[in-house]
């Protein structure tokens, strides 16, 4: 029985106790839905509401909320989107993940719109939510498979291969603090954030799904309408079109030219000259991609599928996962390797072990440059040379954190954590914001925008929160958002794209909730009515009449939900800046430049109307935002 | 080699590195000697410096310090004690446990001040410390064992009976959050704020420590004098000798007339009237009682040692470490418990898991309080009737806690966490402070300074920071410290009892920064010359010529530093409460009290010069105590 009134939700969040084996159904609030939407933004305030203070990251009072969004599962375009939401053991703050492939469509079809772990339970459990009705099974047999191995025997087991499995490998249950949820044959992961080390302290393996339910829309004609003028962008887009032919890494060479791809823990040629042409696309890179694949309801297809490679030790399977942009670059050449088969393989071990790529590859370079530096020798590396461009030792290294083996058990912690151990200076090359990893996008190639969104974002180093590097760089247009133009990298106002940022911020914040992908759009394709057609839909689905600066608002309200966690959680201003390396060692490639925050940062307050002592969102704020509950545990 | 002038101090730091196998002699700073004196003053700066907000208790980048005192060691009274520092898994903010016995000296006389732990072995380790050599030895062969076990275990390996061990049992492997760190054959324990659970989570098994210097003192003829004036006033003093003959048991009787010692989980007679004559001593308690002893350099002589009780399930080993006033308490009327071998049972079950009794009893009446309100039932317990007064349960709850299994795991995180699970106005009656189960003297029976003294506690629900209870009910005097006279329960002001408090808490601060026991003088005794006999001691150890009055402020900056701590760890003025049933159930044997903050919190506020909106202490405060640097990171 859905009592809720709104088009594009099923109205059920399911609950689920694992300290006490409890189990409910509870309604969806309408009013949350309204004020929330989905994803980041309904589970963010369920985390909000949920998760007071002193409750640590791994805490059976912390929450793992599997959310999606209202557009979740319905057939626009780029619609199986989920994130997992949780106080994250990587920052301590408010964290979250978003996962594509086909889980989130899944779980709508199975009749909810959440699910809401809670406790840990004493014997590793799954969840199984099967149309309505939902259990928690014993998982003893699955506990020590990695993901791939436990999606397939989950399905087996459960007699459907239409099964859709959101579940850790072993990095997760060892509490590897960058352990990722994994998701479609192991190929799509809830990776950033730590969420899987919450789920692995949870003791709970996997959560299967399987439903048949329909997701209810509320204006079908003009839902088709809008997908008409959706999926006819996509075919003009060039941008869209160039990640349907080249993925994410048909974005390397870009990178690269402009200085926005790193090599050798960001010391770039201040260390060594990398030949990129090895690994990029096309290129080197053809050597392991067999085919394309795509997500739920999506035309972009960026998925790329991998080649085996030939026999040897770095040959993994046919038709596995391929490698990201992300992947590649910190593998590649920040961890100095040339080699594809060697990047390949460390893909998949971190999927199969269930990894955040970003964050082990990025500490590992980390490890590299300690090493290189005389910090570290191979008596604390249990006998490894972790000496930049020793891609037997990355990939060793890899299945040691995983395992939590000898020095993998320190890198596991992440490199804030690693750097403190170590010391000696290593904090200053430690490439993190908050206590998470840094994407492989540097800042200094978009500095304007680029460094005050690093330093204020709420979950840390993340390159999906709405980076202005496109515009910055290429002058993308977003005219719908109500960015300023014209914008001339040599000649505007850098200030300029301070506001630029803060409107991607927000409109990604939005899009993030209504259930769409990142790719869908971020204001970085510059189409007239991009944003327009996905609002559209998402009218259609939910019934609403929202315009995107309605969408704008609620966008920023969400980020400011965001933030007030983190400010009640411990988080204070000077966690709003940025590695030590990224404000004074100047990146070659990109025109020499460093990241100056000194009037980015304080605009950034300003355009947010965040306290510039203490980085509080005001009173005022908050209270333009509808946020006056907050407001008060903030201020009194 | 020392560098140190100062009397008192061995001069050396020794800090082990689990992480990187690590260890190292580092000199102890004489300013740093001088300003913060030792245990949770000295050790205390050394938290406040090295673990950054960021940091979680179970952290790699935390810190396990072991603080002795410059008296520790030395040939003055109660002069036994180290104090154990870290963040506290109990609270998430500044936690210390201190402990008698002879471990503290041993170290002294091993060369050390101070172990400093960091990091996270891979494997059990345990730190063998022999005259000034120290080194990480493998622990495989003891994780597991209980800790007499253990202790046994290792002195027989080491060969020397006089080893002295510092271990945690099994609820220390299996991060209990309330686990304990325990010495002396397991009968000594540094037991608050979940010290053993951060010791389980670096894998250190223990620290075994064994030497021959002697304490440096620079007036011994002035010590002389000092012992002898101390000495004579101990065997004057009808309350050391009353803590003589009874031990802490000795209490109980008076504790329970004036309301201050609780049945039920704080209901008293609300829930149901108890028989404190078969457990009190004399009485009861004198079937479980073989004998007393001693610590290190101690007249008082409060240890109690066990009767071994007739044979059955309730047996405990002849002559191990007997009944506190607290354990009594809390697994006694708390749990609804008359049996005194239940209790002697539940207590040494403790002190071989290695697990502060007051948490565990404390939670389990918590839990049995839930289960007799219907909020929990047998499905939720294995089967359990947890209910008031059954003996079975308790012994039974005790192992499945420390082994964290079914049930007992959700209470191995302490009343604050289970209470979050189980919901339903359950964390009304989680009789906890900042996340530490309240010590067993009721703020209900001395609410005029033990309500504000309890609810700005740093450390949560202790007993041992100060308060007033005797002062308050029985009129002590405590001339030297300036406590305002005289004072009438019936017709003083009651906010004179927050300045009496205030200065017992700075007191004590500065008492537990030189080594001294709690019992050696906390101004509860009310003997003129007191104070003075233990500083004029305390000056003879170090050469230094204070004052009572001076120590008072070095005590008060000891005391604001680790406020500092709870400040920058995201502590908030919502955390200086009590819980509900303490502001609004009254307490019948205490003449029908609840306890009132409205005026005395901010009194204490005021006193403290800490600002009434955030409590943090101010910038003029923090500047008059020598903490400027403390303040810029408080204020900017």
Known sequence: MTFIMLGGYMGNVLRVDLSLGRISKEPLSEEMARKYVGTMGLGGRVLYDEVPPWVEPFDPANRLIFSTGPVTGSMTQTAG????????????YF?????????????????????????KATKPVYIWINDGAAEIRDASAYWGMDARETDRALCRDLGDKAVQVSCIGPAGENLVRYAAIMHDDAGRAAGRCGVGAVMGFMKLKAIAVRGHKRVPVANPDALREAILKVTSYYKESPQVQG??????????AVGWSIGDS?????????????????????????????????????????RRIANSGPDG?????????????????????????????????????????????????????????????????????????????????????VGKIARREGFGSLLAEGSRRAARTIGRGSEDFAMQVKGLEIAAHDPRAFQAGGGPHYATTVT?????????????????????????????????????????????????????????????????????????????????VTGLQMSVQ???????????????????????????????????????????????????????????????????????????????????????
């Open 81 to 92: 989107r989920h994130t997992v939401i949780t106080k994250s053991p990587m920052t301590g």
């Open 95 to 119: 964290g979250d993940a978003s996962c594509g492939g086909y889980w989130g469509a899944e779980l709508k079809f199975a009749g909810y719109d959440q699910v809401i772990v809670q406790g």
């Open 243 to 252: 990640l349907h032919a080249g993925g994410t890494p048909g974005y390397f």
């Open 262 to 302: 790193m090599s050798y823990n960001w010391q770039n040629e201040n260390f060594k000259e990398f030949s990129q042409e090895k690994i990029s696309w096309p290129g080197g890179y053809d050597l392991i991609l067999a085919k394309t694949a795509t997500c739920y309801t999506c035309l972009i297809a960026c």
């Open 313 to 397: 030790p770095r040959k993994i399977e046919q038709g596995a996962e391929g490698v990201e942009y992300e992947t590649l670059t910190f593998f590649g050449p920040s961890c100095g390797v040339d080699d594809v088969y060697t990047i390949n393989k460390a893909n998949d071990l971190c999927n199969l072990y269930g990894m955040d790529t970003i964050s082990t590859a990025s500490t590992i370079a980390f490890a590299m440059e300690s090493f290189e530096k005389g910090l570290i020798d191979s008596k604390d590396t249990d006998g490894l040379a972790l000496r930049f461009g020793n891609g037997d030792a990355v990939v060793e290294m």
């Open 460 to 540: 840390g180093g993340r390159h999906t929160e709405g980076i202005s590097l496109a515009f910055e760089n290429f002058g993308a247009v977003s005219e719908p958002l109500g960015c300023p133009q014209p914008w001339d990298k040599a000649k505007s106002d850098p200030l300029q794209m301070v506001l630029v940022t803060k409107l991607f911020e927000d409109w990604v914040c939005m899009l993030n909730s209504m259930g769409y992908c990142y790719f869908s759009t971020e204001g970085r394709y510059g189409g007239k009515d991009d944003e327009l057609n996905h609002i559209s839909a998402y009218n259609a």
């Open 550 to 636: 309605d969408s704008l608002l609620v966008g920023e309200r969400i980020l400011n939900l965001r933030k007030a966690f983190n400010m009640r959680h411990g988080c204070t201003r000077s966690e709003d800046t940025l590695p030590k390396r990224l404000l004074t060692e100047s990146n070659k490639r990109a025109g020499g430049a460093v990241v100056n925050l000194s009037q980015s940062l304080p605009e950034m307050y300003r355009l947010r109307g965040w306290d510039p002592a203490t980085s509080k969102p005001t009173r005022a704020k908050l209270h333009e935002l509808g946020l006056d509950d907050v407001a008060q545990d903030l201020w009194g």
